[in-house]
């Protein structure tokens, strides 16, 4: 005789509690709140995000935002992802790692600060300098060449009027359908980091309030911990 599926379920006194969250859960402000008050644990807790690792390279990512990245590059398949703001090559060898299992693509990676310390890959060129220097942006652009697609993320200085330029001076570069994620939109009490100050959530309002042909593509954050809440910006 085969056995029947659930034959060995624990009684119902053992299932209720989980029951009993499983259908408070299903409510979408109870799911929020519970989402919130992880992020916050998450966030706060030392060796979460500041120690995440990818083939012992920092990545100052939540793996979650990593697996979104990599969903996107597979569907998308960017000629070039730009990354501003480098630090220690975490997540740019993370975008190289994937590009090489797809067998597709190159990343670049800009920032102020020169590191003899940052990972090595044949994908991967690294650029010393502003993100919006112009010369900076002339080498993106040659990179790229007349019809090649464009993902971005931004990810260097978190200041309002840095991102705003950011998101001016790459967004024209995206083609339709690639992305341009905004990170860490989640500071400045959104819902972390309170006192920032106007930062890369006011800048990406300021920039779609200017009728940017982009839209933010909510599907992204289904993890529900993410730093860039709104910020999956996909061009329309
Ligand atoms: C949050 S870290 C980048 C984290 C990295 N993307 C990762 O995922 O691990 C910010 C970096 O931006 C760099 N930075 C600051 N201002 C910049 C600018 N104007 N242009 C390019 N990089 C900048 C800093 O030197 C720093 O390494």
């Known amino acids: 005789m085969t056995e029947q599926p659930f034959a060995h379920q624990p009684p119902l006194w053992r299932r209720l509690p989980s029951t009993f969250t499983g259908r408070l859960l299903r409510i979408a402000p109870v799911r929020r709140l ?17 120690e995440t690792r990818w083939l012992n390279f920092t990545a100052l990512q939540t793996p979650q935002d990593l697996w979104v990245y990599q969903e996107i590059v597979a569907e998308t398949r960017p000629d070039l992802i730009v990354e501003t703001g480098t630090s220690r090559g975490g997540t740019t060898l993370y975008l190289a790692t994937v590009c090489d299992a797809l067998g597709y693509g190159r990343v670049l990676s800009i920032d102020v600060q020169h590191s003899d310390q940052l990972p090595r890959h044949p994908r991967i060129e690294y650029l010393t300098g502003s993100s919006t220097d112009p010369w900076v942006v002339d080498e993106v652009r040659t990179r790229l060449g007349e019809h090649g697609r464009l993902m971005a993320v931004l990810d ?5 009027d840095h991102v705003l330029a950011e998101l001016r001076a790459y967004g024209p570069l995206i083609s339709e359908g690639c992305y341009l994620v905004v990170a860490d939109t989640n500071i400045n009490g959104h819902p972390a980091v ?3 100050g106007p930062g890369p959530m006011e800048a990406l309002e300021a920039f779609l309030d200017e009728g940017a042909p982009f839209s933010p593509d909510r599907s992204r954050e289904k993890f529900l911990v993410t730093f860039s809440p709104r910020g999956f910006l996909r061009r329309v």
């Open 34 to 50: 519970v989402a919130r008050l992880f992020y916050r644990a998450y966030y706060e807790v030392p060796g979460s995000w500041r």
């Open 156 to 160: 260097s200085d978190h200041s309002r």
């Open 194 to 196: 309170p006192h920032w």
